[in-house]
């Protein structure tokens, strides 16, 4: 945030607070003259009066305030430093943060500054350098860090560093003049900390209303049947939701009952779900149908704790069918509604953490004999508004009390945790075109597919080697010629760099590929799931016979 953004930030939410004002607050205007002043040396040291950014860095739960004992100051004081140049205040803030603590982590509590003043500075010596007296336009933000996280001091400048109580600072800071500066960051932070606490009971009046007006018009809307209800939230995990509904409809018209999912033969099952992929959601799906029809006569339980018992529902799943089905005030918290919320309260703690945390707000706010209707909305806004990437704020019926849009930070959230590299393995894949029909078989390993149909495959040991090698090399007879193709599959946590080989044969080799079944491509389009890792390997196969 560069300083226009902090003042607009600080000023229009806070406007007239009493703990805003004094002697050291200057407005907005003076704020605004200073930069026009003094331009690009306004973030440098050059101007007699510059930007500095200060960090009052707090514990989770807003009790103490990581403090340094400063040589200079010969005292306690908050963190920071000056711009040097970078014109992003929260980025000083953050940085000045880790470097005068050593924590490795800080994130920001809220992107409004808790303090904006004008410090005056009397003249010292630094590094065996005379410094004149100078003024600091002082933009502090709260931040937050967790207690137990080791910390350190800048030894060149500071002589400590430690987590303080801050109702009792007046014991720790010798600067007296700066105590009614922390007192009102203090009040500041706690005045950002009631506004989340108070937006969070509006949501059901701001959404309701706009989800009446705007809501997709989708099969699984049109019931409060249980049995869809989660088969739709099954299916609706890792996929979009236009690819959903035509299998949606398929799947419902051959297995209309739980009863039905509990019968159905497991190939046909798994032909049914071909395309959606993940396949132990719908695996997971008959187990947890089973025992609907043993223990609950078919019937699903209407509460979230005991969906949860269920093979394949979690948290977020219960939720939802609870909700949505039997109307209880279960929270259902997905990527959609964790991304929303994050936004609204301005929240920076990271997609799980946030996940655990909201479940007990939320179940609170929930409107009675509307808590379908909320759910939803909440998924709603998340899917067509709060978008992850450009959020259409201007269509949104959170703007006006969304604190991420306030503070223009809506582009900052949510924190998502960084993903660990996929890990990439290299697989020669056989379409074997025999007089009995195709070779495939059933994965045997255990981990991704397992249980699927292939078409066999092996680690490719010499990605270099030509097509007649590698088959020679397996001492498989060729009739004609080789079609070679690569293709490049991506799952969750892994790669395959895939390289197939179609040919005629009239070998059946065992020894190279045992438990294979052959079967002519007809039967394997029409009966066969065949995962989308290997989906592609049918339209070569289709050209081959055409």
């Known amino acids: 945030?560069?300083?226009?953004?902090?003042?607009?930030?600080?000023?229009?939410?806070?406007?007239?607070?009493?703990?805003?004002?004094?002697?050291?607050?200057?407005?907005?205007?003076?704020?605004?003259?200073?930069?026009?002043?003094?331009?690009?040396?306004?973030?440098?040291?050059?101007?007699?009066?510059?930007?500095?950014?200060?960090?009052?860095?707090m514990n989770r739960d807003l009790t103490k305030v990581l403090f340094a004992y400063h040589k200079i100051y010969d005292s306690y004081a908050w963190l920071g430093g000056h711009a040097d140049g970078e014109t992003d205040l929260l980025a000083?803030?953050?940085?000045?943060?880790?470097?005068?603590?050593?924590?490795a982590e800080v994130l920001p509590y809220s992107h409004i500054p808790v303090s904006v003043r004008l410090l005056p500075v009397r003249s010292h010596v630094k590094r065996g350098e005379q410094v004149p007296e100078h003024f600091h336009l002082d933009v502090c933000f709260c931040l937050i860090a967790e207690e137990s996280s080791k910390i350190a001091p800048k030894t060149d400048e500071n002589t400590s560093v430690a987590w303080l109580n801050a109702e009792k600072l007046s014991d720790y800071v010798k600067e007296k003049n700066m105590l009614p500066v922390y007192a009102g960051c203090i009040a500041a932070i706690r005045r950002i900390e009631a506004k989340k606490r108070e937006s969070l009971p509006l949501l059901p009046s701001l959404l309701l209303p706009w989800f009446t007006e705007n809501k997709r018009d989708l099969p699984w809307r049109h019931t409060a049947d249980a049995y869809r209800v989660w088969v739709s939230e099954i299916m609706l995990q890792q996929t979009r939701v236009e690819a959903v509904k035509k299998y949606y409809e398929r799947f419902l018209a051959r297995l209309p009952s739980v009863f039905d999912?509990?019968?159905?033969?497991?190939?046909?099952?798994?032909k049914l779900w071909e395309g959606l992929g993940y396949y132990n959601r719908v695996r997971n799906m008959q187990k947890a149908a089973k025992l609907v029809v043993e223990k609950y006569n078919g019937q699903f339980p209407s509460e979230a704790a005991e969906l949860k018992k269920l093979p394949g529902i979690g948290e977020y799943t219960a939720g939802a069918v609870a909700s949505i089905a039997f109307g209880k005030p279960s929270p259902a918290v997905?990527?959609?509604?964790?991304?929303?919320?994050s936004r609204y309260l301005e929240d920076y703690r990271s997609s799980e953490e946030l996940k655990t945390a909201l479940q007990a707000p939320l179940a609170k706010i929930y409107p009675e004999g509307e808590c379908s209707a909320f759910t939803q909305s909440l998924m709603?806004?998340?899917?067509?508004?709060?978008?992850?990437?450009?959020?259409?704020?201007?269509?949104?019926?959170?703007?006006?009390?969304?604190?991420?849009?306030?503070?223009?930070?809506?582009?900052?959230?949510?924190?998502?945790?960084?993903?660990?590299?996929?890990?990439?393995?290299?697989?020669?894949?056989?379409?074997?075109?025999?007089?009995?029909g195709i070779g495939i078989r059933k994965r045997k390993e255990k981990g991704v597919l397992f249980g699927l149909w292939e078409f066999p495959n092996m680690p490719d040991e010499n990605p270099s080697a030509s097509a007649p090698e590698?088959?020679?090399?397996?001492?498989l007879h060729v009739k004609g010629a080789i079609s070679e193709r690569r293709h490049t599959h991506i799952f969750t946590h892994l790669v395959w760099n895939m390289r197939a080989f179609l040919f005629d044969t009239d070998d059946i080799t065992p020894n190279v590929f045992p438990n294979l079944t052959y079967l002519p491509l007809s039967e394997i389009e029409a009966k066969i799931s065949v995962p989308s890792a290997f989906r592609w390997c049918l339209q070569d196969l289709q050209k081959f016979y055409n």
């Open 334 to 341: 997905d990527g959609n509604v964790i991304r929303v919320l």
């Open 261 to 270: 999912l509990a019968a159905c033969e497991e190939d046909e099952l798994l």
């Open 380 to 436: 709603e806004l998340g899917a067509l508004v709060c978008t992850p990437d450009s959020p259409d704020c201007s269509r949104c019926p959170l703007q006006a009390e969304c604190l991420a849009y306030r503070s223009n930070a809506e582009d900052e959230l949510p924190i998502i945790p960084q993903k660990k590299p996929r890990k990439t393995y290299d697989l020669n894949v056989f379409l074997m075109i025999t007089p009995q």
């Open 470 to 475: 590698v088959l020679a090399n397996l001492k």
């Open 1 to 57: 945030m560069n300083f226009t953004e902090c003042l607009r930030a600080y000023f229009s939410f806070f406007q007239n607070a009493e703990f805003t004002q004094g002697d050291a607050l200057p407005t907005q205007e003076q704020c605004e003259r200073y930069l026009a002043d003094y331009k690009e040396d306004f973030y440098t040291r050059k101007a007699p009066v510059h930007a500095t950014a200060s960090a009052f860095v």
């Open 92 to 103: 000083v803030a953050l940085r000045e943060a880790k470097e005068e603590s050593s924590l």
